[in-house]
């Protein structure tokens, strides 16, 4: 079994800062990708942004592209998403998700619980 636990959210001002956290722990043998999303009420949820954990790179959406940062801590199995520049429409549940293989080679791709990202004045 593997479990996220999502931390960081809370609430903020237009033009601060964030930085959210994601620990994945369990049975994991390998991580193949971590990522972000977030669903604002009344939306769909939205790719915000990817690690690939074997090459480093990093992919975005178009949204946040020049303001959100992913990091990965291999070690510890955790991400960090810091996000610069927030706005209002930057509002919106945060989820993390992780795919990759637990023992014995069993894929799995779990999310986290979710974190409120407000961002109001």
């Known amino acids: 079994q593997v479990q996220l636990v999502e931390s960081g959210g809370g609430l903020v001002q237009p033009g601060g800062s964030l930085t959210l956290s994601c620990a994945a722990s369990g049975s994991i043998e390998s991580i193949y990708a971590m990522r972000w999303y977030r669903q604002a009420p009344g939306k769909g949820r939205e790719l915000v942004g990817a690690?690939?954990?074997?090459?480093?790179?990093?992919v975005y959406g178009d949204s946040v592209k020049g303001r959100f940062a992913i990091s990965r801590a291999n070690a510890e199995n955790t991400m960090a998403l810091q996000m610069n520049s927030l706005r209002p429409e930057d509002t919106a549940v945060y989820y993390c998700n992780v795919d990759g293989s637990q023992t014995r080679a069993r894929y799995f791709n779990e999310w986290g619980q979710g974190t409120q990202v407000t961002v109001s004045s």
């Open positions: 690690i690939n954990t074997r090459t480093g790179s990093t």
